[in-house]
């Protein structure tokens, strides 16, 4: 592993602890209430930082929530700033984290094949 790569994931995770507290603590936007930044993975040279972020539903529609992220990147941007010690904070760019919703569907999935497996041995009896 390289030094640069090493430096590029401390900053993402440290980026990603400061960005959870922002989000909790200073906007008070309806839509951003129940969502969590999953990880952040910061270009090589630290100019742009891809945000994940997933919703506590699964189900719900991720668009409004990413809007209202979007619009508010530059104070969330700002705020960052003031919190981390880097010369250049990243340009934010925001993108749902599908992978939580599509771990709830595959454990509905199993466990409906499961439950198939059992009622077809309990006929069987």
Known sequence: MSK?????????????RILSEILRRELNDPRLQFLSITSVDVSGDLSHAKVYFSLLNPAEDPAPTQEALT?????????LGRNMSIRQVPALHFQHDESLARGARLTSLIDQAVASDRDKADEGD
């Open 4 to 16: 640069e790569y090493g430096r590029n994931r401390r900053v993402g995770e440290q980026m990603r």
């Open 71 to 79: 619009r508010a990147a530059g104070f969330i941007r700002s705020q």
